[in-house]
T-cell receptor, first 115, second 114 residues
Framework: GESVGLHLPTLSVQEGDNSIINCAYSNSASDYFIWYKQESGKGPQFIIDIRSNMDKRQGQRVTVLLNKTVKHLSLQIAATQPGDSAVYFCAENITHAGNNRKLIWGLGTSLAVNP | DAGVIQSPRHEVTEMGQEVTLRCKPISGHNSLFWYRQTMMRGLELLIYFNNNVPIDDSGMPEDRFSAKMPNASFSTLKIQPSEPRDSAVYFC????????????FGSGTQLSVL
């Protein structure tokens, strides 16, 4: 079936260290993937995206890696800061019947940054 | 840019009452989404609109839920009658035509049905 899951529900890192948040997806037809960050009391905020024709994409302090062979997605945050503490969601975009595209969301990973 | 604006921020009501949640998408965005978030089920898409037209409402839990988008700058999600199991955070999001997979979320409405 269609599902997006996370390997680690919680992640605790030291300030300044690099963080890696992992995500597994099950639908090989998914062609677009997004990472969102949700801070307490706020809505999810777009971080970075990647299409299935790419393996890696870099943003500011963040990198997303896509391994289509094993259906795995990861978000790497360099030099993690206290402001990075949040819940991180991965989502995959697939096309349903009738060309209806739909985002499937993971359950989220909580990232805690220790000073 | 004010972003997606939702109201109210918090809503506490009694079982059986009607609840109306409101959303103003980002100006110029042509898609609007209503999501529900709970600890148990995570983020669930309830319904989305393209150019004010409902495209996929398969996520609407039951007939007690209804959504409208009378114009490009306003949408409502109504629950009538409300039940305790409807308690959740309801998010509205919009996306631009050029990148309709990139959603911009509002701050949500925290709904508590007693």
């Amino acid at each position: 079936g269609e599902s997006v899951g996370l390997h680690l529900p919680t992640l605790s890192v030291q300030e300044g260290d690099n963080s890696i948040i992992n995500c597994a997806y099950s639908n090989s037809a998914s062609d677009y993937f997004i990472w969102y960050k949700q801070e307490s009391g706020k809505g999810p905020q777009f971080i970075i995206d990647i299409r299935s024709n790419m393996d890696k994409r870099q943003g500011q302090r963040v990198t997303v890696l896509l391994n289509k062979t094993v259906k795995h997605l990861s978000l790497q945050i360099a030099a993690t800061q206290p402001g990075d503490s949040a819940v991180y969601f991965c989502a995959e975009n697939i096309t349903h019947a009738g060309n209806n595209r739909k985002l499937i969301w993971g359950l989220g990973t909580s990232l805690a940054v220790n000073p | 840019d004010a972003g997606v604006i939702q109201s109210p921020r918090h809503e506490v009501t009694e079982m059986g009452q009607e609840v109306t949640l409101r959303c103003k998408p980002i100006s110029g965005h042509n898609s609007l989404f209503w999501y529900r978030q709970t600890m148990m089920r995570g983020l669930e898409l309830l319904i989305y609109f393209n150019n004010n037209v409902p495209i996929d409402d398969s996520g609407m839990p039951e007939d007690r839920f209804s959504a409208k988008m009378p114009n490009a700058s306003f949408s409502t999600l109504k629950i009538q009658p409300s039940e305790p199991r409807d308690s959740a955070v309801y998010f509205c999001a919009s996306s631009p035509r050029q990148e309709n997979e990139k959603l911009f979320f509002g701050s949500g409405t925290q709904l508590s049905v007693l």
